[in-house]
């Protein structure tokens, strides 16, 4: 039995590498069929707004990479709330189906997995 | 069930500190390593936040960070060495960095 990994995703989309490679990791295990979960914390949830445009900053699409995710296995989207609300985004209007946790809630999703991995 | 979290930044620069306060669960332990020594800086918020933490979320320190940095090891904090450092991390479950 392979064992299970949380990725925890802290960086914006178009601060640097960060957010691309943290993707990358998940597609990556997705495509080895390991169980692999996503949590978007801090400033990891402005990968989740809809309506980006990232050929303004000659970047390519990583709305298009999230968007694979489910196609390679992972399924398991998390987002914190608090983090959502503080920046002014709402769990029901993001570019990707994700389930909105709360504080409380963070350390047993942790606890939950085997691995936790923080890009 | 528990985590190691290891945090190496300064918590007056960078909010990995203060996330990683939020995912913080009974039985887990932090670990402060190079600028992220900083939140023992007495009087400072980082400080307050750390002593508050419940006994059953223990908090660790890197001894020689805290030495060349000219902080000292208040009594809520356990002070360690490299090796300590390695025995952390075996008697952890898991370990998360904070990058």
């Known amino acids: 039995m392979a064992k299970s990994l949380l990725l925890i995703c802290r960086r914006s989309p178009w601060s640097g590498p960060g957010a691309r490679e943290a993707l990358d990791v998940a597609l990556a295990g997705g495509a080895f069929d390991l169980p692999i979960s996503l949590l978007f914390l801090d400033d990891g949830v402005f990968q989740l707004q809809p309506g980006q445009q990232p050929a303004a900053v000659q970047q390519k699409d990583l709305t298009a990479n999230l968007q694979a995710l489910p196609l390679f296995g992972v399924e398991a989207l998390y987002v914190a709330r608090a983090d959502l609300e503080r920046r002014g985004l709402s769990a029901e209007h993001l570019s990707l189906p994700v389930t909105p946790v709360e504080d409380a809630a963070l350390a047993a999703l942790l606890n939950q997995h085997d691995l936790v991995i923080t890009l | ?99």
């Open chain 2, 1 to 99: 069930m528990a985590t190691l979290h290891l945090l190496s930044r300064s918590p007056f620069a960078d909010t990995s500190g203060a996330s990683c306060l939020r995912l913080l669960g009974p039985g887990d332990g932090l670990l402060l390593s190079g600028d992220a020594v900083h939140a023992l800086q007495s009087g400072s918020q980082p400080f307050d936040a750390l002593r508050a933490l419940p006994a059953d979320r223990p908090c660790f320190a890197l001894a020689e960070d805290l030495a060349a940095r000219g902080l000292a090891v208040p009594d809520f904090v356990q002070a360690v060495d490299y090796a300590g450092f390695v025995e952390l991390t075996l008697r952890f479950e898991r370990t998360n960095s904070w990058l």
